[in-house]
Structures are given as structure tokens and as C-alpha cells.
């Protein structure tokens, strides 16, 4: 039980610490809302961490792996949804921030919403969970020991974006993002785009 915690710890830090398109969008969020959009943002991927873990733990995660259909659905879905908000970044390059208009209630569920869509929509992370609950979880692991797995990960993940975004929203960080507004938003924009165009391609 020992190993399987110290290996589903180390695997998932390495996946977190690998850029992506969740990396990128609670970047992106928390530079242009601050440090609640991006605590936001985060949570979102959570949940979609756990839509992930759940259909996995019941085996469709392997039925979208094996589907061509299914997987392509999933890997096309995810591409245009980076490719929009590439598009919409990009397109936003102009004026300044705001921080109490991005910050409103209605704003934050938009910031939620952008991290679940994108964590659900990334085929990576159907293939990453699937992988973990084939290999290191699998059907002979007990339920109280797949619980203990489980919450490793969660956990693992909640503090890696909550050290993240706290280091994103130190006080320089911001004053050379307001500095250089029109720059970061194009940037970003190209950067979600060619994240889109890589899911597109990406195989199986």
C-alpha cells in the first residue's frame, strides 16, 4: 500500500509539473483575475479530475481509449474549446485590467467553468487516469485502498495549483503583467490556439 502511495504521489507530480493546457488556462486566468480566478480555475480542474477518476473507477475510461469514435469526439471537442479561448485572448489585447470587474460572482463561475470544460475535454487526462487504474489501482485493489489513492492524487494536485497560483499573483508578477497587458493576452492566445491544434492531433 506503501509503494502504491509513493508511486501515485511521484506520477502525479511529474504530470502536473509537465505543461498543458490546464497549467496553461490557470496561468492565463489567474495573470488577467488574480489570485481568486485562479483559485477558481483550479477548482474546476479538480472537478474534472473527478469526473475523470469516476468513469475510470467504472471502466469507461477504457471504452473512450478503444473507441475511435468516441475518442475522437473527446479529442476534437477539447481542441476547439482551447482554440476558442485562444481566439477570445487574443482578441482581448486591448485596454486594462480590471481586477474588481473580473472578480464579480458572475465572472467566477466563468472562471470554474473554463477549468472543468478544459480538464474534461483534454483526452490526455482520460489516457493519464486510465493508465493509472490499469497499472498501479486495479481491480483487486480494495475500495478503502483505492479511497486512500485517490485522495493522494486530489490532494497532490489541490496543493500543486494552490502554490502555483499564490506564486503567480506575488505583487512583481502582477505589476509586469499590468505593464505588458496587450503582450500576455496575445501570447497566451497564440500559445491556447497551438495547444488546440496539438490535441487535434494527437493519437491514441
Not at 506503501?2 to 511521484?10: A, S, V
Amino acid at each position: 500500500m506503501l509503494d502504491q502511495i509513493w508511486i501515485i504521489m511521484g506520477v502525479t507530480i511529474l504530470v502536473m509539473l509537465s505543461p498543458g493546457p490546464d497549467m496553461l488556462i490557470v496561468l492565463r486566468n489567474t495573470l488577467i483575475g488574480g489570485r481568486r480566478a485562479g483559485r477558481q480555475t483550479s477548482l474546476g480542474v479538480l472537478a474534472g479530475n473527478l469526473v475523470h477518476i469516476s468513469y475510470c473507477l467504472v471502466g469507461i475510461g477504457w471504452v473512450i481509449s478503444r473507441s475511435i469514435l468516441a475518442f475522437s469526439i473527446l479529442k476534437y471537442a477539447g481542441a476547439a474549446y482551447l482554440i476558442y479561448l485562444g481566439v477570445t485572448s487574443f482578441r482581448s489585447g486591448q485596454g486594462r485590467l480590471d481586477p474588481g470587474r473580473l472578480q464579480a460572482p458572475r465572472r467566477q463561475r466563468t472562471w470554474w467553468v473554463q477549468g472543468f470544460i478544459n480538464n474534461l475535454l483534454n483526452p490526455k487526462g482520460t489516457l493519464f487516469y486510465l493508465g493509472v487504474f490499469t497499472t498501479v489501482i486495479t481491480p483487486e485493489t480494495s475500495a478503502g485502498a483505492k479511497l486512500v489513492l485517490v485522495l493522494c492524487m486530489m490532494a497532490v494536485s489541490a496543493t500543486f495549483w494552490l502554490v502555483f497560483v499564490q506564486t503567480l499573483d506575488r505583487t512583481a508578477v502582477r505589476a509586469f503583467i499590468e505593464r505588458s497587458e496587450r503582450i500576455v493576452n496575445r501570447t497566451f492566445g497564440v500559445l491556447l490556439v497551438f495547444l488546440g491544434l496539438r490535441v487535434a492531433t494527437l493519437e491514441r
